[in-house]
């Protein structure tokens, strides 16, 4: 692929003043338990790549094209990370 055909990637960042806008951006609210729950559906947690319930303190991200929620603690940040290196 030529430089110019390269897909760019793009990436946002946030501070904690917008982190509830970004949250109901990708379809998402915050339920009694302060967990993610999914807007549509009020009784459907978001679940991280690791099975674990996202909460709104512990919201780090998500991956362009899917539903993956990641979490802020910094194991699921380094699997994170590899995973956007290995698609480089």
């Given at each position: 692929?030529?430089?110019s055909?390269?897909?760019?990637?793009?990436?946002?960042?946030?501070?904690?003043?917008?982190?509830?806008?970004?949250?109901?951006?990708?379809?998402?609210?915050?339920?009694?338990?302060?967990?993610?729950?999914?807007?549509?559906?009020?009784?459907?947690?978001?679940?991280?790549?690791?099975?674990?319930?996202?909460?709104?303190?512990?919201?780090?991200?998500?991956?362009?094209?899917?539903?993956?929620?990641?979490?802020?603690?910094l194991?699921?940040?380094?699997?994170?990370?590899?995973?956007?290196?290995?698609?480089?």
């Amino acid at each position: 692929m030529t430089d110019s055909k390269k897909k760019k990637k793009i990436v946002v960042t946030f501070d904690k003043n917008l982190k509830g806008k970004v949250i109901e951006a990708l379809g998402y609210s915050e339920d009694k338990d302060d967990c993610l729950v999914d807007i549509k559906n009020p009784t459907q947690r978001a679940i991280s790549p690791d099975g674990l319930e996202v909460s709104v303190d512990m919201f780090a991200g998500a991956k362009k094209g899917s539903l993956l929620l990641y979490n802020s603690d910094l194991p699921s940040l380094i699997k994170f990370s590899d995973k956007l290196s290995l698609e480089k």
